[in-house]
Nanobody
Framework: QVHLVQSGGGSVQAGGSLRLSCTASPYFLSAMGWFRQAPEEEREEVASINSHGRTHYGVSVRNRFTISKVDTDNTLHLQMDNLQPEDTAMYYC?????????????????WGPGTQVTVSS
């Protein structure tokens, strides 16, 4: 059973940066990603890495956020630069058994507990 532990997040002013990390224990699954959900909004994919190592970004975060993973310590990172108030949300790390599960943001994946990111104007 894979377990995800998240760290990072917090509060920052607009234009600032934050870094989220997610450690998978005991190993990564095939595909990994970051999702976010703001109050009264649907959950959306922020960034992901599929089983082939290809990255994908949501339109609103493209060119501002960078996803990366370190296989040697099973850690997934999300570097968030030029943060804006609309980025305020709960951010979740997720691990999936297949690219199909990733594409669906499937609840069959393994989800981290979430970490709050708040950006003030």
């Amino acid at each position: 059973q894979v377990h995800l532990v998240q760290s990072g997040g917090g509060s920052v002013q607009a234009g600032g940066s934050l870094r989220l990390s997610c450690t998978a224990s005991p190993y990564f699954l095939s595909a990994m990603g970051w999702f976010r959900q703001a109050p009264e909004e649907e959950r959306e994919e922020v960034a992901s890495i599929n089983s082939h190592g290809r990255t994908h970004y949501g339109v609103s975060v493209r060119n501002r956020f960078t996803i990366s993973k370190v296989d040697t310590d099973n850690t997934l990172h999300l570097q968030m630069d030029n943060l804006q108030p609309e980025d305020t949300a709960m951010y979740y790390c997720a691990a999936f058994h297949s690219d199909f599960e990733l594409s669906q943001g499937s609840d069959e994946g393994v989800w981290g507990p979430g970490t709050q990111v708040t950006v003030s104007s």
